[in-house]
């Protein structure tokens, strides 16, 4: 089983820069991607930011020129980094990991969320 663990979010200052990381862990084969999302209440699901295995980033449109996301392979673990906070990036932030899991006989496919951090943009 593979799990996601999400740090940073809080309450940031307008202006400012957020920092978040998702670390995964568990029986892990492979992570070809990993991402950032957000929510807000009434709304769907939006892509901030995803990386892949081979370091390809893909920023959300409504944060380009903001973002950066990287990855440390070796670790498991995705950072996101997004710069000119504004109030309306006020949102619950999910990591998101696609891949597969060491099974026997094979691999087996994954595609799993974080339980989310509140980021509050707000002075």
């Known amino acids: 089983q593979v799990q996601l663990v999400e740090s940073g979010g809080g309450l940031v200052q307008p202006g400012e820069s957020l920092n978040l990381a998702c670390k995964a862990s568990?029986?892990?084969?492979?992570?070809?991607?990993m991402g950032w999302y957000r929510q807000v209440p009434g709304k769907q699901r939006e892509l901030v930011a995803r990386?892949?295995?081979?370091?390809?980033?893909d920023p959300g449109d409504s944060v380009k020129g903001r973002v950066t996301i990287s990855r440390n392979n070796a670790m498991s673990i995705a950072y996101l980094q997004m710069d000119s906070l504004k109030p309306e990036d006020t949102a619950v932030y999910y990591c998101?990991?696609?891949?597969?899991?060491?099974?026997?006989?094979?691999?087996?496919?994954?595609?799993?969320w974080g339980q989310g951090t509140q980021v509050t943009v707000s002075s």
């Open positions: 998101n990991a696609v891949g597969s899991s060491s099974s026997s006989p094979v691999p087996r496919p994954f595609d799993i």
């Open positions: 990386v892949t295995s081979s370091g390809n980033t």
């Open positions: 568990g029986n892990i084969f492979m992570i070809n991607a």
